[in-house]
């Protein structure tokens, strides 16, 4: 390979960077179409959040099928295939007469399509990257905070030039453009076409079409599988309240709908700092670490958000959530890499997620009925930071990857 040649991996990295930045701008968008889903249809706050829970849901329970089948087909596929699927249900969506049909379009649509494409196009990164599997896996996983720092606010001003039909409308085009896109540039582990991870030189006797490590069925067999399993699945049920109720939480302060957007904005850039910052600290502080500090930084931030009355507060919360945020999504497919090595990463991985499903289902909808009957979010949002707190207790207890490797390859 020639040195002046860029190496393949960085073209992947790009891929699932567009991939992930396509799916969650829609997905995260959400907030901007809140107030005008409830006042178009009539609904209550637990029923508009319900419309982004089916989504979340979704797309992280069929993170499993979706790794299952790109450990065998490759990721390309599935990642064409489910930005096309986001396309069609915003389609669907801006065509709604009832709440129901915004249920089947983006709850449905965006929920399966980003389902299908995130876990492929996050596990194919790790399996270019082994020295540097951290920095890559960061960079891949910002498009989410760039996503997110998009979305919502490009949603908005669409929103007031144009109403909420045609912006699905306009987003559902852009969509279809990212899913061209990445799909160009994703493509299957390095051994598939003679390469090596991180642009190493292929080993003389040929790369290994079959990378190392252990099956699904072998990592489902493991305590650190289900430790960071149940530690996920706990953070989850604060973990995307904020996306969905932090802006009307900001209107009934009185501090107006666009601040409330402008917090979404802000999630998405400590979002996006957040994967590049934490994501750099594990060098030093080794993942596992890295990673158990990401649960008791969005706890404690979620104890600050239940008692912020101010715009000060909430513009810190958002920032400092949205790093913790981020560092949890860019370290988690890493750490799981680390644990398990390539072997069948994509079906570890949505497996993995598939219990964050779980608490983004519950979570925001929980939240929104708590509001409808209390009138107040601070139960739920203090519920979400004690179960942030156990996963952090849990994920200390876990051993070092190295060191639980090294156990494995003594034990008898």
């Avoid at 149940?230 to 501090?255: C, Q």
């Avoid at 594990?282 to 158990?292: C, I």
């Avoid at 370290?331 to 398990?340: T, V």
């Avoid at 409808?372 to 051993?399: E, N, R, W």
């Amino acid at each position: 390979m020639s040195s002046t040649r860029p190496f393949a991996g960085w073209w992947v990295v790009a891929g699932a960077f567009l991939c992930m930045m396509t799916g969650y701008a829609v997905a995260y968008s959400f907030a901007a179409f809140f107030g005008a889903l409830e006042t178009e249809f009539g609904a209550r706050r637990g029923e508009t959040a319900l419309v982004f829970s089916i989504a979340a849901f979704l797309y992280f329970q069929l993170g499993f099928p979706a790794g299952l089948i790109a450990d065998r087909t490759g990721p390309r596929p599935l990642v064409v295939g489910g930005l096309l699927l986001v396309a069609a249900g915003l389609l669907i969506a801006s065509q709604a007469t009832d709440l129901w049909q915004i249920y089947l379009g983006y709850g449905l649509g965006v929920g399966i399509g980003v389902g299908l494409s995130y876990v492929p196009s996050i596990a194919a990164v790790q399996r270019w990257f082994v020295r540097r599997r951290g920095t890559a896996s960061g960079i891949a996983v910002a498009g989410i905070g760039v996503g997110t720092l998009i979305g919502a606010p490009l949603a908005h001003a669409l929103i007031a030039a144009l109403g909420w039909r045609q912006t699905y409308l306009v987003l559902a085009a852009l969509t279809v453009v990212g899913a061209v896109v990445s799909g160009l540039l994703v493509r299957s582990a390095p051994e598939h076409y003679g390469l090596a991870p991180d642009g190493d030189a292929p080993s003389p006797g040929g790369a290994s079409t079959i990378p190392a490590g252990l099956t699904l069925g072998g990592a489902m067999r493991t305590a650190p599988f289900w430790t960071i399993y149940i530690g996920a699945l706990l953070m989850s049920f604060g973990l995307f309240v904020p996306f969905v109720h932090l802006a009307p939480y900001a209107k009934d302060l009185e501090l107006g709908e666009g601040f409330g957007v402008l917090l979404i904005v802000l999630l998405g850039v400590g979002s996006t700092v957040g994967r590049f910052l934490f994501a750099s600290i594990t060098n030093w502080l080794g993942r596992r670490l890295s990673f158990a500090l990401m649960y008791i930084g969005a706890g404690l931030m979620l104890v600050m958000w239940s008692i912020s009355t101010s715009g000060p507060a909430l513009v810190v919360f958002a920032l400092v959530f949205g790093a913790f945020y981020g560092g949890f999504v860019a370290i988690a497919p890493s750490l799981a890499a680390d644990y398990f090595g390539g072997r069948a990463l994509g079906s570890i991985i949505g497996a993995l997620y598939s219990g964050v499903a779980f608490g983004a289902l519950l979570g925001a909808p929980v939240a929104g009925y708590a509001y409808d009957f209390f009138g107040s979010y601070a139960g739920a949002i203090l519920a979400g930071a004690a179960l942030c707190l156990v996963s952090f207790a849990i994920t200390v207890a876990m051993p070092e990857p190295a060191r639980w490797l090294a156990a494995r390859k003594s034990s008898p």
